[in-house]
């Protein structure tokens, strides 16, 4: 595919609900969407860095400059065949897994659009619909969280998982637990807990939760391995699993249980489909993780959350749990069965909205080939 041109767009969205985790509070999200013209198709992709550096190191703003400055050279008028040769042209620049993800996605879309198959079909999905539940962010009290906990069962919703940070841990999930004694739930701590302070960490093993998501820093691996063995609830590790290689550390050190994969957090679909196939070989259950992502990364995110070794429920929650108003045609509902559909269009299988993408563009910036 010849790559004729390709554009950022840095956009600005505004929550339904403001969403708090251990390292901020979000009320408007930002992102990088990128779209890459090839032969009179155009393929869209979603960069999931966020505004502030809290969940990862990455910015919209370094992801801006790493696009601009060193990813796009590599892509635009060259020839690109698909994501493995996306992959060795971008292997010189260090980090930076959320600005080449969006970029691979874009090309996925691309790709997808020239052979008229979808992105489930490419990656090797076979469900047509992915169990889903949804991230609860911080509530100022047990009693809030409970509410919205509520909220969401009434809307569908078949698993809850609760944020967590110091002072705002056990007594939350008991709650929920106490209320819903049933519900699949499991916590998410964003790193928020260090080997000084996890122990109070203790009583959720009691709590019949699915899991525990990255307690501890999240350039550790080792020390995820240490409190593992204290806990009969699985760890589940996001922030710490960058790469394929970082999932089989993490698994040869029996650092955790479970895998949460974002495509955009370990530099692109393709490795994320790499950390899969892994993992089912050894019978690691993954699921997949969620950026509050408009339509676009989330299209994405339920083709990948369709292949076989997805045996959780993934962050995958539908449009009006975050927008009223979407960049894609397309809205995600939720189904009865707290399931969502996966598209089945050429590439993502979504349309862009043009008017609601230059609506919420802060700033738009096309590279054109020579
Ligand atoms: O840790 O899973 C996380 C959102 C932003 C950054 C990190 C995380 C999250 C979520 C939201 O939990 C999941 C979603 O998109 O609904
Ligand atoms: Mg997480």
Redesign the pocket.
């Known amino acids: 595919m010849k790559i004729d041109s390709l554009t950022l767009y840095h956009l600005r969205m505004p929550l339904i609900a403001p ?1 708090e ?1 251990s390292f901020g509070r979000t009320t408007d999200r930002e992102c990088i969407i990128i779209s890459i013209e090839s032969e009179g198709l155009i393929g869209y992709g979603e960069c999931v860095a ?1 505004r502030d550096p809290g ?1 990862s190191y990455e910015t919209a703003g370094t992801a801006w400059h790493i696009i601009k400055d060193f990813i796009a050279q590599t892509i635009v008028g060259e020839d690109i065949h698909d994501a493995n040769a996306f992959q060795e042209r971008v292997a010189g620049i260090r980090g930076h897994h959320l600005a080449k993800a969006g970029v691979e996605m874009a090309l996925w879309d691309l790709r997808g659009k020239y052979d008229g198959r979808s992105l489930k079909t490419m990656l090797g999905g076979v469900h047509g619909k992915v169990s889903v539940g ?2 609860v962010g911080l509530q100022s009290s047990p009693i809030d969280l409970v509410k919205a906990v509520g909220k969401y069962l009434e809307a569908g919703y078949r698993r809850i ?1 609760i ?1 967590i940070k110091p002072d705002r841990d056990v007594e939350e999930a008991k709650a929920v637990r106490g209320k819903y004694p049933d519900i699949k739930l499991q916590v ?1 701590a ?1 790193s928020a807990y260090s080997l000084q302070t996890w122990q109070v960490l203790k009583p959720l093993d009691n709590l019949n939760l699915l899991l525990i ?2 307690p501890l820093h999240e350039d550790d691996i080792w020390d995820h391995r240490l409190i593992q063995k204290q806990l009969n609830t699985p760890i589940c590790l ?1 922030e710490s699993i960058i790469s394929p290689r970082h999932a089989r550390y993490a698994l040869e050190m029996e650092a955790c249980k479970i895998i ?1 994969i974002k495509a955009g957090r370990v530099g692109g679909l393709s490795q994320a489909v790499a950390i899969h196939d892994f993992c089912q070989e050894r019978h690691i259950p993954v699921w997949c ?5 408009t339509g676009v990364g989330r299209a994405s995110n339920l083709a990948l959350a369709s292949l076989p070794g997805f045996l959780l429920p993934g ?3 539908a449009s009006d ?2 927008y009223t108003e979407d960049i894609t045609n397309e809205r995600f509902v939720l189904n009865q069965d707290s399931t969502i559909d996966v598209p089945s269009g050429p590439g993502l299988g979504i349309t862009i909205n043009l008017r609601a993408l230059k609506k919420h563009t802060l700033s738009k910036l096309r590279i054109n080939s020579k």
């Open positions: 969403f985790t966020e969940y949804v991230s998982k944020k998410d964003n998501e990255q996001d949460n993780g969620g950026m509050l992502e962050d995958i929650s749990r975050y």
